[in-house]
């Protein structure tokens, strides 16, 4: 069983930053490919990027492509989120999952994080 936490949301004006983490439980971190999905009040979540197993490869979702950067770091078991440029749109719950696969759909994802919510004023 993987535990992940994430941590880092918080309340920023419309252009601010944040950075969210998420840190697995696991030795067994590098196993997975990770991914951010965000939710917004009675919706399915959304996927907003994903990275490999080794950090090589990444992609990410039309809406933050240029403005989000997905990073991870094996040797602390955690994964980034870097948001940049931030728009009032990007409020939802953000959460990080792993998967043994490597994609976009939430269903491919083993294991979530609680969420940490991210808002961004106008």
């Known amino acids: 069983q993987v535990q992940l936490v994430e941590s880092g949301g918080g309340l920023v004006q419309a252009g601010g930053s944040l950075r969210l983490s998420c840190t697995a439980s696991e030795r067994t971190f590098s196993s997975y490919a990770m991914g951010w999905f965000r939710q917004y009040p009675g919706k399915d979540r959304e996927f907003v990027a994903a990275i490999t197993r080794s950090g090589g490869n990444s992609f990410s979702a039309d809406s933050v492509k240029g403005r989000f950067t997905v990073s991870r770091d094996n040797a602390k078991n955690t994964v980034y989120l870097q948001m940049n440029s931030l728009k009032p749109e990007d409020t939802a719950v953000y959460y990080c999952?792993?998967?043994?696969?490597?994609?976009?759909?939430?269903?491919?994802?083993?294991?979530w994080g609680q969420g940490t919510q991210v808002t961004v004023s106008s």
């Open positions: 999952g792993a998967t043994t696969l490597y994609g976009s759909s939430w269903s491919e994802y083993d294991y």
